[in-house]
């Protein structure tokens, strides 16, 4: 009783790739696609005839995907058959990579609250997808849309200790597929299978493992990472059951795993090499232009905005949003701050966004209009607060900032002679005030800037203002 | 003989066989499995000759999925023991005719009706448009009543094809009769002709005979390479086809059962009434050698085998231009049980498996068989013309 466990998981995460068409056929747009069965060719939907022809865009998305988790790139690999009866797959069989995955041995380091990890990649394999049944009334209907779209299938050694490694894993690699271009990383187009034992904590040995299926929220795969390893570790504790291999689904409403099919029964799928499909042998020439057009390694961008003081949490929404963190970039060489046009960008408008129901990933704003309300700022014309006024503007209605700041009137020359002369008007209009501050009530103090700041109208660097008004205020 | 499953153009010169597609045409492979089945699309062979202004007679009838010995056992055909492709080239309805080779139907087709087919090299004929069953061996070939009609369609559908993804990169291919065939070295496999008949056995020494009165020398050498072959050939044959009719379930297109409660059911009861008994044979062999206990010992060695074979014959093919042998072991086939057909068929494509299994060209002609090298078609042709044209 109450020996310490060790939990000890692998991963299989199915990550559906960014391409114009189909892994195997030239339909394109299934992402986009609306009515059931509008995105199938006789290729994709299994009639005889038709012949698997390589995308060769999924091996440069595939390989890109290998550079970036440090793995080996096979420059022979080949395509097998998996087989297998199901409505949704059209050919019973699914095109996949057993014998000559394009990609193994990598890394991925980790940093959690429990320290520092490696997680070691097994593989990277192409595979193409099934379709979708859809169950109604008396019967099942068959989708074939996402059938033979491309997915990469990144197998990693038993290597995740905790439920929090896995999560934060999962972050990475979605951060980096879609600062990479790999995928975008939507809903459902990431997809896990956890592979879970537990152990003593010390020993060498694997313990007894089940694998729970086809899970794409984070959250509820670390919820049943949680209920699995506890229900390993109570029944090594309290024996009360005996945990076989097999394999299990998760389910969301009652936060618990139920057994699917054990290994006795598991199917036989009789891989073998695809006959349609030539071996693919990836040059010199085509690894380097791979190379060439990888983009940007994360981990060299994010250290590159850590030194320019931007905080870890907007590190992570930036890395995560390719569009978002190309905005920084060019605001950055427009000649602006960095960690300013950060806040500018993750607060300012992230909340106007948000107050219209929007996403971040929906800003639309160019470098050069943002550049200009943060110089505005930058230089004392304007306040922050007019800043704000005109980014709204900008984020909500598309309006050109200096054609704004022209008819707002934020355009006037702004210099203390000018700050004095608006002050003295307020003060002269504000007798009753000024005496009762004189009388010691500071909030009337309070009043007078305010309405100093109304007069201005946003102009002038709030700091100053308060300064002149200090010093004028005594004076009376 | 009923030639046809489905008749398309009164003056059609060339016939298609009902395992390749031709658009709107109901293409069912002497399959009930796929019954009603009309393709969106043709065969690259049938656009290609359609381009050029041929037009296609209709659909011959094929043994179910091109699997027996000649055709007999196509759900549509009369089961006679003779190809319906062949027999329609020879009656001259049609200038030529198209056939799939996965294991030697075709030739042995043409063999007993005395006409040519040629079993290209793979990957020189489009296979986009193929009811594919064994995609590793199986080839688009062509029926003509000699070699010279051989060379003239062959010209037109050869090539490469973007849609075919084991399809050679060569553009264009040239066939001809006229390669010089005087000095050339031909030789007879001992083993493969001592399983022939008399009425067999007779055809390949007069060949032989032909040849060598326009100067080819024809000696004997013995080589136990084809009974491997054969059976390597079975192996991965099975194994593939049983792959790729794992798509007729019933579900989307073809046959479906009437009776059926859950999705079991329907696979198995679609399955069960669609598929003759060959082809349900096939299927469990197949699977049979593909299981995980199998594999290795099975299929795995299999594809090592091809490799032998194949460096094997290329020795041979290398002392001698070509290898002339029996395509059948009977000039005339008699009537049998669907029940023996998985041992018949194998026993006799001891002949042909090995053109299959390694991808060498292989012409069917005067009731016997001359393989070559990879590319080398127009010796054979050439070879067969010399023979021919003395028989005129």
């Known amino acids: ?476 | 003989m009923k030639y046809y499953a489905k008749t398309l153009c009164e003056n059609g010169t060339i016939a298609v066989d009902d395992t390749i597609l031709v658009k709107g045409a109901e293409t069912a492979a002497g399959s009930r499995m796929l019954e009603g089945f009309e393709p969106l699309f043709s065969a690259e062979a049938v656009t290609r000759l359609e381009e050029k202004g041929y037009k296609i007679s209709g659909k011959t009838n094929v043994g179910e999925f091109g699997l027996d010995l000649v055709g007999e056992f196509s759900y549509y055909g009369d089961g006679e023991l003779k190809s319906a492709a062949a027999e329609l080239v020879k009656s001259g309805e049609v200038q030529a005719a198209l056939g799939v080779d996965m294991n030697g139907a075709t030739r042995r087709g043409a063999a007993l009706s005395g006409v040519d087919f040629l079993k290209p090299t793979y990957g020189t004929v489009s296979r986009y448009g193929v009811v594919s069953c064994a995609a590793s061996g199986e080839q688009l070939g062509v029926y003509a009543k000699n070699a010279d009609g051989v060379a003239k369609v062959m010209s037109v559908i050869a090539g490469h094809d973007d849609k075919d993804g084991t399809s050679l990169p060569e553009k264009q291919y040239e066939y001809s009769v006229t390669v010089p065939v005087s000095g050339k070295k031909v030789c007879i496999i001992k083993e493969l002709a001592e399983k022939a008949d008399a009425d067999v056995l007779a055809k390949l020494t007069a060949f032989a005979d032909a040849l060598k009165a326009s100067g080819v020398s024809v000696e004997e050498i013995s080589c136990d390479l084809f009974e491997l072959a054969n059976t390597a050939w079975e192996i991965l044959m099975c194994a593939e086809t049983c792959n790729n009719v794992s798509r007729y379930d019933g579900v989307k297109f073809g046959h479906r059962a009437e009776k059926y409660r859950n999705i079991d059911e329907l696979y198995v009861n679609s399955r069960t009434e669609g598929f003759n008994f060959l082809t349900k044979a096939v299927i469990l062999y197949g699977s049979d050698v593909l299981s995980k206990n199998r594999y290795k010992d099975c299929y795995d060695k299999s594809l090592r085998v091809r490799r032998v074979v194949a460096e094997g014959i290329e020795k041979i093919l290398a002392e001698y231009d070509a290898i002339l042998l029996p395509a059948t072991s009977k000039a005339q086939y008699e009537a049998y049980d669907i029940k023996e057909a998985f041992g018949k068929v194998f026993e006799e494509s001891v002949f042909t498996a090995v053109a299959n299994l390694i991808g060498i060209p292989a012409l069917s002609a005067c009731g016997v068989q001359l393989m070559g090298k990879q590319f080398d078609e127009s010796l054979l042709l050439s070879l067969a013309h010399s023979v021919e044209r003395k028989g005129e």
Request: proline content about 3%.
């Open chain 1, 1 to 476: 009783m109450n020996m310490k466990y060790e939990i000890v998981i692998g991963l299989e995460t199915h990550v559906e790739l960014s391409t114009e068409s189909k892994i195997f056929c030239s339909c394109g747009g299934h992402s986009a696609s609306n009515e059931p069965n509008d995105c199938v060719c006789p290729a994709c939907s299994g009639m005889p005839g038709m012949l698997p022809v390589m995308n060769k865009r999924v091996v440069e998305l595939a390989v890109t995907a290998g550079l970036m988790l440090n793995c080996n790139i096979n420059r022979y690999t080949t395509f097998d058959k998996k087989n297998y009866y199901y409505p949704d797959l059209p050919c019973a069989y699914q095109i996949t990579q057993l014998n000559h995955p394009i990609c193994t041995d990598g890394l991925v380091s980790l940093k959690t609250s429990q320290g520092a990890r490696d997680i070691r990649i097994k593989q990277i394999h192409m595979e193409e997808d099934a379709g979708k049944l859809v169950h109604g009334g008396n019967y099942s209907y068959v989708d074939f849309n996402r059938t033979s779209v491309p997915l990469i299938e990144i197998v990693t050694q038993p290597d995740f200790r905790s439920a929090e490694e896995v999560v934060t894993y999962l972050n990475k690699l979605k951060a980096m597929f879609r600062s990479g271009g790999i995928s975008e990383c939507e809903e459902g187009a990431m997809r896990c299978d956890v592979n879970i034992s537990v152990r003593p904590e010390g020993s060498t040995e694997f313990g007894v493992r089940t694998e729970i299926k086809n899970m794409s929220s984070f959250d509820a795969i670390e919820k049943a990472i949680q209920y699995e390893s506890q229900r390993h570790i109570d029944a090594l504790e309290y024996e009360l059951e005996e945990l076989v291999q097999e394999t299990r689904r998760f389910d969301d409403a009652s936060g618990k795993t139920f057994a699917m099919r054990n290994k006795e029964t598991e199917a036989d799928y009789r891989y073998f090499p695809d006959a349609n499909l030539m071996p693919i042998v990836i040059s010199d020439e085509w690894l380097e232009q791979i190379k060439a057009n990888k983009p940007e390694e994360v981990d060299e961008k994010a250290r590159l905005y850590r030194e320019a003081g931007i905080s870890d949490k907007e590190i992570d929404m930036l890395i995560g949003n390719n569009k978002i963190s190309k905005l920084l970039d060019d605001v950055v060489d427009a000649g602006c701050n960095a960690k300013d046009a950060a806040a500018w960008i993750l607060t300012d408008c992230a909340g106007i966004l948000r107050k219209d129901g929007k996403s971040l990933a929906e800003l639309e704003i160019t470098a050069e209009q943002l550049s200009y309300v943060i110089k505005m700022v930058d230089a004392g014309n304007i306040n922050r607060g007019a800043g704000k006024k005109i980014l709204i503007a900008v984020v909500e209605q598309g309006v050109d900032p200096e054609a704004y700041c022209k008819e707002q009137g934020f355009d006037a020359k702004v210099d203390t002679a000018m700050i004095e002369s608006v002050i003295d008007k307020v003060l002269d209009q504000s007798a009753q005030a000024v005496e009762d501050f004189k009388n010691g009530k500071t909030k009337a103090a309070q009043a007078i800037f305010g309405a100093c700041m109304r007069e201005l109208k946003g102009a002038g660097d709030v700091a100053i203002i308060k300064e002149i008004l200090d010093k004028k205020l005594n004076e009376r």
